[in-house]
């Protein structure tokens, strides 16, 4: 299985930035695909940007150029991170990471989608 930590979030005020951190570690094969979620209360969860293993970057309209995805790949571990620069209230949310790909387990490759816990992230007027 494929496990995924965040961390980073926090309480900062309108106009400041925090970068998130994603940890993904397990028996990865290979990642296709992994990208950050947000979920406000009374809200559907929604994407917020993501990141291929072909390197192309997707952001959703609210964040574009404000938010910066990136990925960097260590010996067992993958780090997911995303810059917030000039955060808003309308930004505050618990921040998912998502990860999907493949794994191995007993000599056999199985595909995998995982979430992290999430991480709350509060922008103060």
């Known amino acids: 299985q494929v496990q995924l930590v965040e961390s980073g979030g926090g309480l900062v005020q309108a106009g400041g930035s925090l970068r998130l951190s994603c940890a993904a570690s397990g028996s990865i094969a290979r990642i296709n695909a992994m990208g950050w979620y947000r979920q406000a209360p009374g809200k559907q969860r929604e994407l917020v940007a993501t990141?291929?293993?072909?390197?192309?970057?997707?952001?959703a309209d609210s964040v574009k150029g404000r938010f910066t995805i990136s990925r960097d790949n260590a010996k067992n571990t993958v780090y997911l991170y995303l810059q917030m620069n000039s955060l808003k209230p309308d930004d505050t949310a618990v921040y998912y990471c998502?990860?999907?790909?493949?794994?191995?387990?007993?000599?056999?490759?199985?595909?995998?989608?995982?979430w992290g816990r999430g991480t709350q992230v509060t922008v103060s007027a």
């Open positions: 998502n990860a999907e790909g493949d794994y191995v387990r007993d000599y056999r490759t199985n595909t995998f989608n995982s």
């Open positions: 990141s291929t293993s072909g390197g192309s970057t997707n952001y």
